[in-house]
């Protein structure tokens, strides 16, 4: 018959370990935002520029909290859809359509980066 071994403090864990999720939530978050703010800043480069209204029209905003947070990059000015899918269109050299999907798709790996160097830092503080 096998023996039964009785673990104390099951529920303090399972506090511990709750808590635990909440804080490295908190530091997703900021790695998210990081990462928004960093789509922006490479979109900035290559927005095509006329009266820079565009240009001056980018935000970045967060929404939620932890890990149900959504990062949101955007240009609010009214043609920013636009000039942003009209890719036939012929810009200033370095400046293209696409300015918000490019560096999104293009720099993947170092946005993953920058949220995973957060949740590194979480690691520090734990």
């Known amino acids: 018959m096998a023996d039964l071994v009785k673990v104390l403090g099951v529920k303090e864990i399972k506090e511990s370990l709750r808590k635990a999720d909440v804080r490295l939530g908190v530091f997703v978050r900021r790695g ?6 960093q789509i922006q800043r490479y979109s900035q480069k290559i927005v095509p ?40 269109l012929k810009h200033k050299p370095g400046k293209e359509a696409k300015f918000l999907e490019k560096p999104a798709r293009e720099k993947r790996k170092e946005l993953l980066q920058t949220i995973a160097n957060e949740a590194k830092l979480f690691g520090r503080t734990g």
Request: hydrophobic share 50%; no cysteine.
């Open 32 to 37: 998210m935002i990081k990462a928004g703010l």
């Open 49 to 88: 520029i006329d009266t820079a209204n565009l240009k001056n029209s980018a935000g970045t905003r967060a929404f939620g909290s932890g890990w149900a947070t959504e990062v949101i990059v955007f240009y609010t000015a009214e043609y920013a859809v636009f000039v942003h899918e009209m890719t036939w």
